[in-house]
């Protein structure tokens, strides 16, 4: 938005958020524990302070409008909506009861309105598993292991800190396909969980030999070489045994699920099965490839976060990729189909996790999204959206009227506004940079208060 207004005189900007909240992954998916990342939000609020950029909350796109309403009303229609589903194993046993995703548990710890009801169980068991070994599994794993009293000063959701109060967890599992070198984490991270205080960290010195290839991978790879001297260093540490209250991590290499298996009580996951692994190189890619060796072994848990990747959905009246979950376009031009022939769809872009694929940090995206906006002043420069005897768009007063038409009750920045200074003023009280109101009637009402 800020690229826009700035890069072309006269341009209007609205922003429909499907949430009455704005700042997407910023208050839903950062870890409430790494606030220096949420100053990104000063730079939208300067952008939403704008008389040129409107905030419309509380909007939902398939619903209360529709993409093709939404192309009829605008020059440029911008779809960021990133990934809001789960990939999943297909393997038996996945809907039993303790089984999470990580994008379910993040949302629940930072108060999304959709996942204030997971109440994940964290009393039944000394065990929890994270299916895969990237960034988010390391935030959920962190978040579990933390001591609350760290936790008690952010603005993690209240009734989430009181879970992990009284959780009985004290040993986690990252479990990966491949091996360190392989992992998907980044080095700042990595660092961080492994410094946690009063956690004993459990590698395997046998995990940590490398192969030709793997050599070769850190050559190429600064990061891959940082992650795995990291978990060197940190198999080498003499581990405190003798102090009761300290929790453990463990990094499982090498091991594929397979099955999630029950417990006594039949509904509830009791343990995981895993096939250990063997890295191969897979000709095509020149990626190496975890292969089954056909030897499993078990490992008890009662409950599970699988973190192995989000996935977009597609919307009505627009293309997508379904295999890999995006929508197929030209640095940001939404095309018609992924085939050879697809013309490009005009005035339609896409940024984000729903035009990449669902990986990358802030920065990465903040840069594709450069790409986009460029694409679109091009377009612009080229008179695409001015043609003389093509109709004349309505903009912000057609979406006014479409919204009024099917009862849509939107909330405004000024209704964001109302939320975010009763939040604040609720934290304040204990000692917290804000307390989340996290049911959507709260959200709605506190937005229409004052």
């Excluded at 005189?9 to 950062?30: A, N």
């Excluded at 612009?380 to 309505?394: H, Y």
Aim: charged letters at 30%; one cysteine or more; a neutral charge.
């Amino acid at each position: 938005s800020m690229k826009m207004l700035k890069g072309r005189e006269g341009v209007r900007v609205d922003i429909i958020d499907r949430l009455p909240t704005p700042f997407g992954l910023v208050r839903s998916g950062v870890a409430p524990d790494h606030p220096e990342t949420k100053i990104v939000v000063n730079q939208f609020s300067r952008v939403a302070a704008n008389p040129r950029c409107s905030f419309f909350g509380n909007v939902t796109l398939g619903s209360d409008l529709s993409l093709s309403e939404l192309r009829k009303t605008y020059d440029v229609v911008v779809l960021a909506y990133g990934a809001e589903s789960d990939r999943s194993f297909g393997i038996p046993g996945e809907d039993l009861r303790g089984i999470h995703s990580a994008r379910e548990f993040v949302w629940w710890y930072n108060g999304h309105p959709d996942m204030c009801n997971l109440a994940p169980d964290l009393t039944n068991t000394d065990s929890a598993v994270v299916l895969g070994q990237g960034n988010v599994a390391l935030d959920v794993a962190r978040i579990l292991l933390r001591c609350t009293t760290e936790l008690a000063s952010t603005d993690i959701a209240d009734y989430a800190l009181d879970a992990l109060r009284s959780s009985t967890i004290r040993k986690v599992y990252l479990v990966g396909r491949r091996g360190p070198v392989q992992a998907a984490c980044t080095a700042k991270e990595l660092r961080e969980i492994l410094g946690l205080k009063n956690v004993n960290v459990y590698i395997k010195e046998a995990d940590l030999a490398t192969s030709p290839a793997d050599k070769e991978e850190m050559r190429n790879s600064r990061i891959k070489r940082r992650v795995y001297e990291l978990l060197s260093k940190a198999a080498t540490v003499h581990q405190e045994n003798n102090d009761n209250d300290r929790k453990e991590l463990h990094f499982v290499f090498f091991r594929k699920p397979t099955k999630f298996l029950p417990s006594e009580d039949g509904s509830t996951v009791g343990a995981m099965e895993l096939e250990k692994t063997l890295l191969k190189d897979d000709g095509a890619t020149g990626k190496q490839v975890a292969v089954g060796t056909g030897e499993f072994e078990e490992l008890k848990c009662g409950i599970v976060l699988k973190s192995i990747g989000y996935k977009s959905l597609p919307i009505e009246g627009l293309s997508f990729d379904k295999y890999r979950g995006v929508v197929p376009n030209l640095r940001g031009r939404v095309l018609s189909s992924e085939s050879e022939t697809a013309t490009v769809e005009p005035g339609l872009y896409v940024v984000g996790w729903l035009k990449r694929g669902p990986t990358g940090i802030v920065a990465t995206n903040l840069h594709c999204a450069e790409e986009t906006v460029d694409s679109i002043l091009e377009d612009d420069r080229k008179g695409l959206f001015t043609d003389p005897s093509g109709p004349k768009r309505q903009g912000r007063r057609g979406l006014l009227e479409i919204l009024e038409q099917k009862n849509a009750r939107y909330v405004p920045f000024d209704g964001w506004e109302k939320i975010d200074t009763k939040e604040k003023a609720d934290g304040e009280l204990k000692n917290k940079p804000r307390e989340k109101i996290t049911r959507w009637n709260e959200l709605l009402e506190a937005a229409r208060e004052g």
